[in-house]
């Protein structure tokens, strides 16, 4: 792909809560970002069982990108997406979604994990594919529609590889959500025939995988027809939100790991190569795939979800906490007695959180009043809890990498919770810095921009061309300019 610098580029980043288009433009060859257009997202219950609405999320993205073209005289290069990883669409041999795609937190994958596991065992899939045994993996849903009876010959995307199927694109799985699948090798970084064949699922129903910054086709009509649209590239970016968030983080060095703070807590440090060995199986470490050949070794913790499940809860007895306000709140309540198994798996399921909080805390006589007036102390309690998870985490970390962290990243919305930030601090000993809210964001950017200057099949962009494009973007940082259109 070859780009003219003064053309605009647009980024799609998708998140399970909100969803946002933004666009990139070059002003006396400074950047400049805008979000252009934003949409609150979530999965609703049906009576399929838990889905995203997706052809809403399709009609925001697109009305998002009209109003790119309409800002842009200058004409937009290409179009990057980002978003969650796991999920999926199934499609019809005409290409078409069958129905709406579940959503990871959907009850069906528990049984289906547990059945996977009698054909072929956790440790095996550690060694074959190296990601964290967890039951929302993309393996689990496939082999789920497997056992609901869906044709195993069915072809299928990943999300954010799907809107860029649907803008015109190629079907195609980006390196770093195909690491999230737990179907991908890591002796080759193709998909992986034990694993499917364990499965039951057929490789040519699977897409070709592809690295960071591949070009994977032009923007088709309607849009195309806009004048801004004119011979725009659709670019699959790092497509795993988390990827291009750790892609947009402005650092070098050795001495740093990373907390992607949203609905989830990612945390993890980066590697050069893989880490499989017992210690890593066993704290069920995961290896993503990053720019440029390396490895973002990482865990999944729980997140902000279960703070958001507690004031959904509270909505319906009539109170609506604010979160900054009750954030703020936190700081005038004693620190808790005792501590949330915060990766429990009722805590990764929705519906009436303090109840589900609780039924730990009552185990050893702690248990809080369910009345909405408590939300500082269930705030505060779950704050403490992931400060302390996020340290045992690190410290685990460390160990395995022989890193020493000075200093931890926060990427994502969660970056913004500066009493979250300080319990880290305390809890770490390390230096907390808060990166862009929207790192996610300036990766896609950055990755986008970096495959202008080259790519390669084997490794995608060059690491260090993303790096110094995530140094500029973030020092622009003061044009940036929100609005809620």
Same mark, same amino acid.
């Given at each position: 792909m070859t780009t003219n610098r003064r053309q605009a580029i647009v980024a799609v980043d998708l998140g399970a809560e909100s969803c946002r288009v933004s666009l990139l433009r070059f002003?006396?060859?400074?950047?400049?970002?805008?979000?252009?257009?934003?949409? !609150?997202?979530?999965?609703?219950?049906?009576?399929r069982g838990l889905v995203w609405d997706f052809e809403f999320i399709f009609a925001e993205v697109l009305e998002g990108l009209r109003k790119c073209a309409d800002r842009t005289p200058e004409g937009i290069a290409s179009i990057g997406v980002d978003g969650w990883a796991v999920d999926i669409v199934r499609l019809d041999p005409s290409g078409n979604a069958i129905a709406a795609p579940f959503c990871y937190r959907d009850e069906r994958t528990v049984g289906a994990r547990q059945k996977l596991h009698d054909r072929i065992p956790p440790d095996e899939l550690y060694e074959l594919t190296g990601a964290q045994d967890i039951r929302i993996n993309t393996v689990n849903q496939l082999y789920a529609d497997n056992l609901d009876g869906l044709s195993s010959d069915l072809r299928w995307l990943t999300l954010p590889e799907y809107l860029l199927y649907r803008l015109g694109g190629e079907r195609v799985c980006e390196y770093t959500i195909a690491t999230h699948t737990q179907m991908l090798s890591i002796h080759n970084k193709q998909w992986s025939k034990e694993v499917f064949a364990a499965a039951g699922l057929p490789l040519d129903a699977a897409p070709k995988v592809v690295q960071p910054g591949t070009d994977v086709g032009k923007l088709a009509d309607p849009l195309?027809?806009?004048?801004?649209?004119?011979? !725009?590239?659709?670019?699959?970016?790092?497509?795993?939100?988390?990827?291009?968030?750790?892609?947009?983080?402005?650092?070098?060095?050795?001495?740093?790991?990373?907390?992607?703070?949203? !609905?989830?807590?990612?945390?993890?440090?980066?590697?050069?190569? *893989?880490?499989?060995?017992?210690?890593?199986?066993?704290?069920?470490?995961?290896?993503?795939?990053?720019?440029?050949?390396?490895?973002?070794?990482?865990?999944?913790?729980?997140?902000?979800?279960?703070?958001?499940?507690c004031l959904d809860h509270w909505r319906t007895k009539g109170v609506a906490?604010?979160?900054?306000?009750?954030?703020?709140?936190?700081?005038?309540?004693?620190?808790?007695?005792?501590?949330?198994?915060?990766?429990?798996?009722?805590?990764?399921?929705?519906?009436?959180?303090?109840?589900r909080i609780n039924a730990q805390l009552s185990r050893n006589g702690a248990a809080l009043p369910e009345h909405p007036s408590y939300g500082p102390r269930y705030a505060s309690l779950i704050f403490h809890s992931l400060a302390a998870?996020?340290?045992?985490?690190?410290?685990?970390? #460390?160990?395995?990498? #022989?890193?020493?962290?000075?200093?931890?990243?926060?990427?994502?919305?969660?970056?913004?919770?500066? *009493?979250?930030?300080?319990?880290?601090?305390?809890?770490?000993?390390?230096?907390?810095?808060?990166?862009?809210?929207?790192?996610?964001?300036?990766?896609?950017?950055?990755?986008?921009?970096?495959?202008?200057?080259?790519?390669?099949?084997?490794?995608?962009?060059c690491?260090?061309?993303?790096?110094?494009?995530?140094?500029i973007l973030?020092?622009?940082?003061?044009? *940036?300019?929100?609005?809620?259109?």
């Open positions: 002003q006396a060859d400074q950047p400049v970002f805008q979000i252009i257009h934003r949409c !609150t997202n979530g999965p609703i219950q049906t009576e195309a027809k806009l004048p801004a649209f004119q011979n !725009t590239s659709l670019i699959a970016p790092a497509c795993h939100d988390t990827a291009s968030a750790i892609a947009g983080i402005p650092t070098t060095g050795d001495d740093w790991a990373f907390v992607s703070s949203g !609905t989830w807590s990612l945390v993890g440090t980066v590697v050069n190569s *893989y880490i499989t060995g017992g210690e890593a199986r066993n704290e069920n470490f995961t290896n993503q795939g990053g720019i440029g050949g390396t490895i973002y070794l990482l865990k999944n913790v729980n997140g902000m979800w279960m703070l958001k499940q906490w604010d979160i900054e306000e009750i954030i703020d709140a936190c700081r005038s309540v004693e620190p808790p007695n005792w501590l949330l198994d915060v990766d429990h798996p009722d805590l990764m399921l929705p519906g009436d959180m303090p109840s998870r996020y340290a045992v985490v690190l410290k685990n970390l #460390s160990k395995l990498t #022989s890193k020493q962290f000075e200093r931890i990243f926060i990427v994502g919305g969660g970056s913004r919770n500066g *009493y979250l930030n300080s319990l880290v601090e305390a809890a770490t000993g390390a230096k907390v810095i808060p990166a862009s809210t929207e790192s996610s964001t300036v990766g896609n950017f950055a990755i986008q921009l970096a495959a202008s200057e080259g790519w390669t099949a084997e490794t995608g962009v690491a260090g061309s993303v790096a110094r494009w995530a140094s973030n020092k622009s940082i003061d044009n *940036y300019l929100t609005k809620g259109e």
